[in-house]
């Protein structure tokens, strides 16, 4: 016997991973040129040289045993340390080693949270459409529940909604901000209503509600917008960050969880996350890439190109008569689809090779996400396609 649960996991691969294979398979017997891929958000933008070229430093200036050799469950204590200090240099915190818990990306991190949360059946966890789909798995698969508030309107936090879905059963909300899919970047004014809703509700129910914030866009931001350090903001935050967007590196799988010590339990939560990621097998990051995060724990990196292709396709989109919104940060456009219906849309923009999520499992049915993390040229050669759907669609 086997877990039909699981099963019906690994049978049936994301939405978008479907996409993205479809679209492999493809460009095998077309050619790449034939298909026009806007589904995964694998980064476009290379490694700088000089980063690539410490990877090799490591490799060949550490003692190779030593190098490879596990590392402690929660990471190389000098590289936590870099991180904390990196931390504490840009948002004015004390952060120190014994405070991250170093993983593999973002993902494992966010289980790790989640179960380190998750105190019974009842335990629920709340996410704001539109919102990354693989919540929902990761909660549920720990146990717990995962209840959804719908977008707001313009896709800023939908405070209401919010208010009305927390109840005592409610152990943490999930925000993550820049935000895939929509690309927008929740402001001070924003996190700091948030933050005396939670607070409020903490003090009516008599325990704390914390915010996880799930962060691998967090410098990924456009026109020097601000992106506001969330536990500065709110005490009971919960950092997920991942390097897998911003160095270009989602392969490597290498992130942390921050458990601020001014959070409730600070301690204990740190333990519990630490529990989560061992029954889990999530100890002990890949270690070369722990050596290297040491090395680059805040390196501003160039997104230039993603913002030539932002506006590209935007400007491009808004012009054939597409609603988008307008993304301040990652790197994906939420286009409405012409007819109301995403799934519909997306497969339609398929018979034409052209590859785009459908809305529905980031909370969005009317909506597709279009990944723009690709070659300009793309971009360029898809937009006479997008009209072509944006008639196609409309008769
Ligand atoms: N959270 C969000 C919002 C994402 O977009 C992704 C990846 O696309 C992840 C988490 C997972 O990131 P990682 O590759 O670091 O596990």
Do not use: W
């Not at 993304?327 to 923009?349: C, N, R």
């Amino acid at each position: 016997m086997y877990s039909t649960q699981m099963y019906d996991l690994g049978n049936q691969a994301s939405p978008i991973r479907k996409l993205f294979n479809y679209g492999q398979e493809q460009a095998a017997k077309l050619g790449p040129d034939k298909v026009f891929d806007f589904t995964i958000g694998n980064p476009s933008i290379p490694l700088p040289a000089d980063m690539t070229q410490a990877l090799g430093e490591i490799l060949q200036e550490t003692e190779p045993v030593a190098l490879h050799s596990y590392s402690v469950s929660a990471g190389h204590p000098a590289t936590r340390t870099a991180i904390a200090e990196d931390l504490n240099a840009r948002y004015g915190t004390n952060y120190t080693k014994d405070q991250l818990y170093l993983t593999c990306g973002a993902a494992a991190g966010l289980c790790s949270t989640f179960l380190a949360l998750t105190t019974g059946a009842d335990s629920e966890f709340i996410g704001m459409a539109p919102f990354f789909p693989e919540y929902r798995n990761f909660v549920e698969t720990k146990g717990g529940k995962f209840r959804v508030v719908e977008a707001s309107a313009d896709f800023r936090l939908n405070l209401e909604g919010l208010a009305e879905a927390i109840n005592e059963h409610t152990q943490a909300i999930i925000i993550n901000s820049p935000n895939n899919p929509s690309g927008k970047v929740y402001t001070r004014e924003e996190l700091t209503a948030l933050a005396q809703l939670l607070e409020d509700r903490s003090q009516a129910y008599g325990k704390p509600i914390y915010l996880i914030t799930d962060e691998p866009y967090r410098e990924l931001v456009y026109g020097g917008l601000e992106v506001p350090f969330i536990p500065n903001i709110y005490r009971n935050t919960l950092v997920c960050y991942s390097y897998s967007k911003v160095y270009s590196m989602p392969g490597e799988r290498i992130g942390y969880v921050l458990v601020p010590p001014e959070i409730d339990d600070s301690q204990e939560v740190y333990k519990a996350v630490a529990g989560a990621a061992r029954t889990q097998g999530y100890v002990c990051a890949p270690v070369l890439f722990q050596k290297f995060v040491e090395r680059f724990p805040g390196r501003q990196m160039d997104f230039s190109p993603y913002d030539t292709n932002r506006q590209l396709l935007y400007d491009g989109l808004k012009a054939i008569g597409y609603n988008c919104v307008h993304p301040d940060g990652a790197f994906y456009m939420f286009v409405q689809a012409p007819q109301g219906d995403g799934k519909a849309f997306s497969d339609l923009a398929m018979t034409q090779n052209v590859l785009v999520v459908p809305g529905v499992g980031f909370g969005c049915p009317d909506y597709v996400r279009v990944s723009y993390c690709v070659p300009t040229d793309r971009i360029e050669r898809a937009l006479p396609l997008f009209r072509e759907l944006y008639q196609a669609s409309l008769q």
